[in-house]
Every structure is written in structure tokens, then in C-alpha cells.
């Protein structure tokens, strides 16, 4: 919905919220079902109403807990029945400069006492968050401390041991140590939001003491818009490639018509070096594992020579996939998707020109496609848009872009063979088969919690729940890691089965779609197999419950010869396949 | 100064999304009584859209003190910038 992305007009969202609401409610979409806890040491109303509206526009109905004001401490420590109850799959503790309760420093103070004041806050708050985390074994969103609102000591409050500047900072700083050393916690950073607010205008008083809030009441959305984005993130619902128009969007002028000579990027004039820091910033992305794909309308030669511009920072080999022609933008949109095996849904598309964004906004639908109209504002509506937010990252994130150029490599391998079997024998393909190992399991995570198309279950799990199932018994957990003469795919695949009694109930199975058409769902089935005939399981029984993005996997089972147990009116579907006498399938892959 | 009859219509707009019910119609003697969603929550938010649409803002006292819609369009009248 546009009135929701950034930049947004955050009062018309206060003042709409019912109406926005009522419309994203009816818009039919299929959303995952999540329960919120907001833990507060404030107000908490709007931000909460607020925060419904942006997720329910990332594709999360949430439900809320919302603790009584200013209870978050005591709903944490001495627990609250409906709290239990609630079984939240995300805790968020939404504290502020408000609730620091030891005290500020002294001038009198010692530098040892001033330190034993901030260890005395932060063991506060660890205490608080080893409680959560052993109770409710789900993620964590803490907020860090907005910068205090008036300074004591001047500008010297920044550097004194004893300012109030100095105090706050060295707090921030111990909280994300904490979130350094811990899975599923998340630094909401208030501090660097409310900066780029404003300070000033944030930390209103009149708010507080009118009514408990700890920000003024228009930055609300802004509030609620960055948590979200990491709410979207932590399950899946983050964007994976850039599909980046040329001609005055990475540079000014038109290639076509004014030569490589007369289109500017670089540091010779003010509108090159705007463009000249867009590349920078979007080639930057490439160590996040975003792909980089063009869809210009050029001849394709005269997009290579433009990215070939001696002054710019990208270059053709940068680029993952690059479409430039003279069709429609939103068909070479459909056509990078699927070359990339990614949801359109996973692309953003950046054009300077409005009548593109509309074509694209009206034929893709669920690609992102931000505002950018002016060089000086490409940057920070990309950026604030929190498209990529990082929760957590990866070494498969990291080798992302050369594993997906390794694919178009393989693409045209392939075109040289008639046999597809032959074909798939070329690629000298061995794969890793084994049980999780600790190494391997926020890969696993991230994995199981984005993955939507090739899923049969699409079971979310959080790292703490991964960790759960990695440690008990009656699990048959296998990931699959695949590697051919061209490259290391990564961790391409996850199985879960339940041991009960002689049954093995698949509750996930998942892959990646980059590697689809190689055999390996077949390799990863033999395996499971193999381990439940170790453990004297006879059947084998597998779910697929039909999302609106899994058909493909609609037949697995029946495509591994599984037999049909029984359907249901919604399409859920139950398989079943006897382990005695199996043969296994795949005949291309070497195993362990 | 902009009259009491501009502010009015202003006002029943304002009211009209903050509780998204087009059959609302305000009156000087309107109170939260009168509206069924006017709540100390639903206040705070209307607060703040009233301010944006007239341009000013409300002392805090003002806030919990106004007794009807009357009232709050005399200090709109008053301090109203657009």
C-alpha cells in the first residue's frame, strides 16, 4: 500500500489508521500469523496500532500482548498469566531514556562509581532478558536509549565520564555486546532513528508528561515503520535482488541518444558525483548477497558501453542478470524473477521515471518500487526503506552473488546438451547429507524461514526452536549442502522428521530453488530413508498444506511414489511411503 | 480569523477519519460522550490531527480541560494558522 511506504506521510497514518487498516485487511492477501508481545515502559497504544498497519503490509498478521503501562519489567520477572499464555513468537521491550531507574551520574562521582552505576542498569536489563529468553525461547527487540534531550554539561556532557551523553552512549555499548553474543536478540536502534528524526522534535516533552509517550506522537509511524522492518526480516520477508534502471538513474543523460562521452557519472560535476555515490552505495549491496540485475530500455550493446564508463563504479560483471531492450519493463521484471528463481516479491525496482514505477507497481505485483526522482534522494529512500534490513547474515550471504553467477554458467552449459540426464552428469555434482551441526544452524534457520516455494509445510522456526530440535532425540534432521564443477551451492536443503513410534512425520521439508532440476530433493529422500530404516521406522509419512506459493510441490510425494492417505477441502494432503524394500532415486549426485 | 462556520466543517472532517465513521456531524455541545470510539486513546490522536489541520497546538492544560467541541474551536479560532 503506498500510504505505507517510505517515505510516508506519517500523520495522514495516524489520522487514517482505521481506514488503512479496514483496507489492508480486505485486500485478500495471504499473511503469516504472528503473536507480538510489547513489553513497555511507556505508552505503548499507538505504537502498537501503528506497527499493525506496517506489518500487515509486509505480509504479517500480527496479534498483540500488551503489557499494562510501564509493567514490562514485572510481566518479564514475576510473569503474567496471559502473557504465558500468549506464547509470543516475538518479545519486543520498548524502553527509552525514561526508564533508566539507577540514576544519571554525579558530578561527585568517581569513574568507579559512575561504572558500578552503569553495570548496576545493564545487569538490570540482562537479568530481564535471560528470564524472556529461558521462559519464551523466541526472538527479542530491544530498544537502545535515544540521546538525552538536554545536556548538563554542554558539549562537554559527550565526553565527561559524568554527562548524560557519555552515560547513555556507554549503555548502547553494553547492550550490543549482549546482542553480539546472543542468537534472536535485535538492537532496535531509537537512537539512530531519532536522530535522523530530530532530536528535538522526538523527545518533546509535552508527549510525556501529557501522556506518558517517550517520543512525540508524529514520529510514531517512523517508530513503528523501523521496527518493523526488522520484525519482516527475522521471518523472512526481506528483499534479495535490485532490478536498477540506466539512463538517469545510475547515470545522467541517456546513453542511446548522447554517447558514453556525454553521460555523467563520476567526480567532475555535482550531478555525477550524486551518481557516482548511488553506484557506490549499490555496489556496496553485494556484500549483503543482493543481487545486482539491469531493465533498461537500450540496446544492449550501448547499456555495456555506459557501464563501462570510465568515471562509474559498477561494472557489467556486477550485474547478475542485465535485460537490455525494448520490451516492457515489467515483462523483463517476470522474466529476472524466474531466471533467478525468486519471487517477483523478492525484487526491488529502482527507476527514475514515474510512468516505469507505475507499469511495474500495476503488472508485478508485490515488487517494492521506491520513490526516486531526483539523484540526492536516491540514496536515503532506498536506504530508509529498510528493503535489506540485516538480522542476521550469513557466510552463504556473503558468496551469494558468485553462487547465482556460477547458475547463469550452468544455464549455458546446459544449453550444449540434448540429454538433460547428460547433462546433469557434467556437472560432477557431490552433495553433504548429515545431520545439523551447530556450525550450520543459523544458515539452516535462515534457510527454513525464507524459503516459500519449494516448501511443503512452510514450518517457520526460530534459532532458539532450531536449536530445540537439534537436541532432541526423536528428531531425523538431515541438511543438504550441494557442491558441482562449478562452485559451492551452500546449504540448499532441510528435512525434518518426527520419530513416533514406527512413524517418521515429515514437519518440514525445504529447498532452495536455485537448485531445482538437479536431483537433489531425490538424494535428500534416499537419506532420510536410510536413517529411518537405521531406527526400525517402517512409514514414512509426508504433509504438504498448500500455501499461495508452494504449488510446485503440490506432487512431490506422489512424484517420490508416496501414497495418498487422505485430502482435505482446504488441499492439505497426507503421503505415505513404507520404508521396506526402497530403492533409491537419485543416480546423479555422490553422497557424503 | 476564520469563522466558527469554516472551523466546524474543518473539524467534522477531522473527526470523520480519526474515527472512520462519515455519519459523524460536531456541534459546539459535542462531548466524548456523544462519539462511541472517543476514548482517552482515540483523544490523543485527534488532538494531533486537529493540529495539523489548523496549524497550531494545544498547552498542555488545554489538552484534558476542554469540556466540548466548542471550546476547542474557540482556541482554534484563536491560534489557527491555516
Not at chain 1, 54 to 71: C, K, M, R, T, V
Not at chain 1, 107 to 112: I, L, Q
Not at chain 1, 126 to 150: A, D, H, T, V
Not at chain 1, 379 to 395: K, L, P, W
Request: net charge negative; proline share 3%.
Amino acid at each position: 500500500m503506498r500510504e505505507l511506504e517510505y517515505p510516508f506521510d506519517s500523520e495522514l497514518i495516524l489520522q487514517n489508521r482505521r481506514k488503512l487498516r479496514k483496507a489492508l485487511i480486505a485486500d485478500g492477501s495471504a499473511r503469516i500469523k504472528k503473536n507480538i508481545a510489547v513489553l513497555g515502559g511507556s505508552t505503548t497504544h499507538d505504537i502498537i496500532a501503528a506497527l499493525e498497519l506496517f506489518l500487515l503490509n509486509q505480509g504479517i498478521e500480527p496479534s498483540f500482548y500488551e503489557s499494562e503501562y510501564a509493567q514490562y519489567y514485572q510481566d518479564a520477572m514475576f510473569g503474567n498469566p496471559e502473557l504465558d499464555e500468549f506464547h509470543p513468537d516475538i518479545i519486543f521491550v520498548h524502553t527509552s531514556l525514561r526508564n533508566i531507574n539507577v540514576g544519571f551520574p554525579a558530578m561527585s562521582d568517581s569513574r568507579e562509581q559512575v561504572k558500578e552505576l552503569i553495570d548496576s542498569q545493564v545487569k538490570y536489563f540482562e537479568g530481564m532478558w535471560e528470564k524472556l529468553r529461558s521462559k519464551f525461547n523466541c526472538p527479542i527487540i530491544q530498544n537502545n536509549f535515544e540521546m538525552p534531550f538536554y545536556r548538563l554539561l554542554g558539549n562537554k556532557d559527550a565526553q565527561d565520564y559524568r554527562g548524560r551523553t557519555n552515560f547513555v552512549t556507554e549503555l548502547n555499548r553494553r547492550f550490543y555486546e549482549y546482542a553480539d553474543e546472543h542468537n534472536d536478540f535485535y538492537i532496535h536502534d531509537i537512537n539512530y532513528i531519532s536522530a535522523a528524526y530530530g532530536l528535538e522534535q522526538w523527545s518533546d516533552p509535552f508527549y510525556w508528561y501529557m501522556y506518558k509517550y517517550c517520543l512525540c506522537l508524529p514520529a510514531i509511524p517512523e517508530f513503528a515503520f523501523n521496527l518493523s522492518n526488522i520484525i519482516k526480516s527475522i521471518f523472512g520477508k526481506n528483499k534479495k535482488a535490485l532490478v536498477l534502471d540506466l539512463d538517469n538513474t545510475l547515470w545522467s543523460g541517456v546513453v542511446g541518444d548522447d554517447g558514453v562521452d556525454g553521460i555523467d557519472v563520476g567526480q567532475e560535476t555535482s550531478v555525477g558525483q550524486g551518481f557516482y555515490e548511488f553506484q557506490t552505495y549499490l555496489k556496496a549491496h553485494k556484500q549483503l548477497g543482493i543481487l545486482l540485475n539491469v531493465a533498461s530500455k537500450n540496446d544492449h550493446e550501448n547499456a555495456i558501453a555506459g557501464l563501462n564508463h570510465p568515471s562509474g563504479v559498477l561494472r557489467p560483471d556486477d550485474f547478475t542478470i542485465i535485460k537490455a531492450n525494448w520490451d516492457a519493463k515489467s515483462e523483463n521484471l517476470k522474466k529476472i524473477a524466474s531466471e533467478l528463481s525468486l519471487l517477483p516479491e523478492s525484487l526491488v525496482f529502482v527507476d527514475d521515471n514515474p510512468a516505469e514505477r507505475e507499469i511495474v507497481r500495476a503488472y508485478v505485483p508485490g515488487v517494492a518500487v521506491p520513490e526516486v526522482n531526483k539523484v540526492e534522494e536516491y540514496i536515503r529512500n532506498i536506504d530508509r526503506g529498510g528493503y535489506f534490513e540485516v538480522t542476521t547474515f550469513s557466510a552463504d550471504d556473503a558468496s551469494r552473488v558468485e553462487m547465482y553467477r556460477q547458475n547463469i554458467m550452468r544455464a549455458q552449459a546446459q544449453e550444449s546438451f540434448t540429454d538433460y540426464n547428460e547433462y546433469l552428469l557434467s556437472l560432477e555434482m557431490h552433495a553433504d547429507i548429515k545431520d545439523f551441526e551447530p556450525l550450520y544452524l543459523a544458515r539452516i534457520t535462515q534457510l527454513t524461514n525464507k524459503s516459500n516455494q519449494f516448501n511443503l509445510t512452510t514450518k517457520r522456526f526460530t534459532e532458539s526452536e532450531m536449536e530445540a530440535v537439534a537436541a532432541d532425540d526423536k528428531y531425523v534432521r538431515l541438511y543438504g549442502r550441494l557442491v558441482d564443477k562449478f562452485g559451492d551451492n551452500g546449504i540448499v536443503s532441510v528435512v525434518i522428521g518426527r520419530q513416533e513410534d514406527n512413524i517418521l512425520h515429515m514437519e518440514l521439508w525445504l529447498m532452495s530453488c536455485r537448485v531445482l532440476k538437479r536431483d537433489m530433493e531425490q538424494a535428500m529422500l534416499d537419506e532420510v530413508v536410510r536413517q529411518a530404516q537405521k531406527r526400525g521406522i517402517r512409514e514414512i509419512r509426508g504433509y504438504y498444506y498448500p500455501t499461495a506459493k508452494n504449488k510446485m510441490v503440490e506432487k512431490l510425494y506422489e512424484t517420490f511414489g508416496f501414497t495418498l492417505l487422505s485430502s482435505d477441502d482446504a488441499g492439505n494432503t497426507v503421503w505415505s511411503l513404507m520404508t521396506e524394500g526402497y530403492e533409491d532415486q537419485n543416480k546423479v549426485i555422490k553422497v557424503n | 480569523m476564520i469563522d466558527k462556520g469554516e472551523i466546524f466543517e474543518r473539524l467534522n472532517e477531522v473527526f470523520q477519519d480519526v474515527f472512520d465513521d462519515e455519519s459523524i456531524k460536531v456541534n459546539p455541545k459535542t462531548t466524548a460522550k456523544d462519539i462511541d470510539d472517543w476514548d482517552s486513546l482515540e483523544h490523543i490522536r485527534l488532538i494531533a490531527a486537529v493540529e495539523r489541520e489548523f496549524g497550531m497546538r494545544f498547552k498542555m492544560g488545554e489538552v484534558s480541560t476542554m469540556k466540548n467541541v466548542g471550546e476547542m474551536a474557540d482556541i482554534i479560532a484563536a491560534r489557527a494558522t491555516k
